[in-house]
């Protein structure tokens, strides 16, 4: 669930000068909704398939419409082996392990939970591009961002009342998610943008090597699974279709109409998005220091990713 600056486009700015604003607001707000929402599937789907299962069947019906989109524009995947081999460890890092991790964790905490978890992305996408790009540097500001976000996963976690529990390691593990998102990230930036190819294209080829990967760990480490409940299946096929496929058409959209940084503060809406939909849809309870906690990780988020307006330019 994290946007990538590997995945602009060439020439974003000037696509969005031509573009009238407001056509980007309703794709902002659906893909806060998709996203946040995505949670709630996922601890549907825990109840019945193994977690490398909803993971193998997410990222397979997140794929069909990406390619069937690519395929309508006339794209075609990338040939060269070294972007394959980039693209593998991209997958690795943005979908085949957090997705699940994500899996697991839904077994063992609330959904709105996860949400509030996978918060802390942004915090640790900025931390790993402060190692792997050269034209990222440490500021006061960020450094107090990151400080401030952390303090927020803390409490979360409820430091003060210690980590033992089933609820703690769900929380560890979807953190353990956002970690991921954090170094795959940078990652994509550093040796897959400029590759030439468009980021439908990339992202495309990226879901297509994740599912080679998770496939053969479906194959080696799960059985075939029984009978699976109807809403099972269909919160499996809403995370692929919806939360994978939709997202990104729509995460293109938004980057090319409104520019990567709005599009990069839908992160602060998906927390809130993902406690809503948990509340309301599967009746879930937070303690008080959860959604507490949830706005110092956003706030620290947001300082982390602020930017001066000449340094912007």
Aim: aromatic fraction near 8%.
């Amino acid at each position: 669930m994290s946007i990538s600056p590997a995945r602009t486009p060439a020439g974003a700015p000037a696509a969005t000068a031509a573009r009238p604003a407001i056509g980007w607001r309703p794709k902002f707000l659906l893909l806060a909704l998709v996203w946040g929402t995505s949670f709630v599937f996922i601890g549907v789907a825990a109840q019945a398939l193994d977690p490398i299962q909803i993971t193998l069947g997410r990222m397979l019906t997140g794929l069909l419409p990406l390619a069937g989109v690519l395929l309508l524009r006339g794209g075609r995947l990338p040939r060269e082996p070294r972007i394959w081999l980039h693209l593998s460890v991209t997958s690795f890092f943005l979908n085949v392990v957090p997705f699940t991790l994500f899996g697991h964790a839904g077994q063992l905490i609330p959904s709105a939970l996860s949400g509030i978890c996978n918060a802390a992305t942004p915090l640790f996408a900025l931390v790993f591009s402060l190692v792997l790009l050269t034209d990222e540097r440490p500021t006061r500001a960020r450094l107090t961002g990151l400080l401030l976000g952390f303090v927020g996963v803390l409490v979360v976690f409820g430091v003060w009342t210690g980590f033992a529990g089933a609820g703690s390691t769900g929380m560890l593990l979807a953190v353990a998610a956002a970690l991921c998102y954090g170094i795959g990230t940078p990652y994509l930036r550093r040796f897959v943008a400029g590759s030439g190819h468009t980021p439908l294209e990339l992202s495309t080829a990226q879901l297509l090597a994740g599912s080679v990967q998770i496939a053969v760990a479906a194959a080696l480490f799960t059985d075939a699974p029984g009978a699976v409940p109807l809403p099972v299946i269909g919160s499996v096929v809403a995370l692929g279709a919806l939360g994978t496929g939709l997202a990104y058409v729509l995460q293109y959209a938004i980057v090319r109409e409104a520019g990567a940084t709005v599009a990069a503060t839908v992160t602060y809406l998906v927390p809130v998005v993902a406690i809503a939909a948990g509340v309301l849809l599967l009746g879930e309870d937070l303690a008080w220091n959860q959604p507490v906690g949830a706005l110092v990780i956003i706030a620290g988020a947001a300082l982390a990713q602020y930017r001066p307006r000449r340094a912007r330019r």
